[in-house]
């Protein structure tokens, strides 16, 4: 119940208004699209893409996954993303197994690259899957990840 | 959350490299203390970088993402002194932010 609480105070409109209310930041237009916070509560990956909007993204070549085949700690699992797709704005990451598999997305103005470095909680092995979002296309890689102790529930 | 975010900002060619880590436990609601009650959920959900006071990433994170969240970004076309910034926001409302400038590797 505590996460439909969450889930209601912090819509995807307002998640980040208290930042920019406090002069912390300010909005930029190059980053105006919004996160649907409602991906982040699905409990299947199929779920999660269909919210993210990214139900028939195709397979890319042109997305570096770099994960562990096998990861020791599940707690955290080093992984490095790269699209190499032009134009790409939104990295997405899916772990299909999890409790709740939508892990992060990043959004990218044209001032940075469309890579990052993350370390990821993985419950048990499963298919760790990418999302690149570009010219409101979706493209897609993914890898299985072998993981010796889950990093979830400890 | 009570230590200080680290934050680095180092140039090598024309590219910055941004490393990030939020001293943040990202408790994800799953977890139970020894008494067997379930720890609340309190995880950061957004993550904003900003380059000279310009958001240029900005990240909205879920409950699988590790405790005390290390992020690595590049920036490109940045030079020695250009500004970037960190702000963090979780899901009880708490927040921290830290800002740095580039430096040559």
């Known amino acids: ?154 | 959350m009570s230590e200080p975010i680290k934050i680095r900002a180092t140039i090598k060619g024309s590219e910055g490299e941004v490393r990030v880590l939020m001293p943040h436990p990202m408790e994800s609601g799953l977890r139970r203390d020894p008494s067997g009650q379930v720890l609340p959920a309190q995880y950061i959900t957004s993550v904003i970088l900003s380059l000279n006071g310009r958001p240029v990433v900005e990240g909205a994170l879920g409950t699988a993402v590790s405790s005390n969240p290390l992020f690595a970004f590049q920036l490109l076309g940045v030079k020695a002194g250009d500004k970037v910034s960190v702000a963090w926001l979780d899901s009880k409302g708490q927040k921290g932010n830290a800002e740095t400038s580039f430096s040559a590797a």
Not at chain 1, 11 to 23: M, R
Not at chain 1, 27 to 54: C, E, H, K, M, Y
Not at chain 1, 110 to 117: C, L, M, T, V
Request: with cysteine.
């Open chain 1, 1 to 154: 119940m505590q996460r439909r609480d969450f889930l209601q105070a912090f819509g995807s409109a307002t998640v980040l208004a208290p930042l920019v209310v406090t002069g912390l930041l300010s909005p930029g237009p190059a980053l105006a699209v919004s996160f649907n916070r409602a991906a982040f509560d699905a409990r299947t990956a199929a779920d999660a893409l269909r919210l993210i909007g990214a139900a028939g993204a195709e397979a890319s070549r042109d997305i570096l996954l770099k994960a562990p085949e096998v990861a020791e700690n599940g707690a955290a699992v080093p992984i490095e993303v790269v699209s190499s797709i032009p134009g790409t704005t939104r990295l997405s990451v899916l772990i299909d197994k999890n409790p709740l598999p939508l892990a992060l997305q990043f959004n990218f103005a044209p001032e940075a690259a469309a890579r990052f470095q993350a370390k990821l909680r993985m419950a048990e092995s499963s298919r760790l899957r990418v999302v690149a979002t570009a010219g409101g296309k979706h493209y897609t890689v993914f890898r299985e990840v072998k993981v010796t102790v889950g990093g979830c529930g400890d």
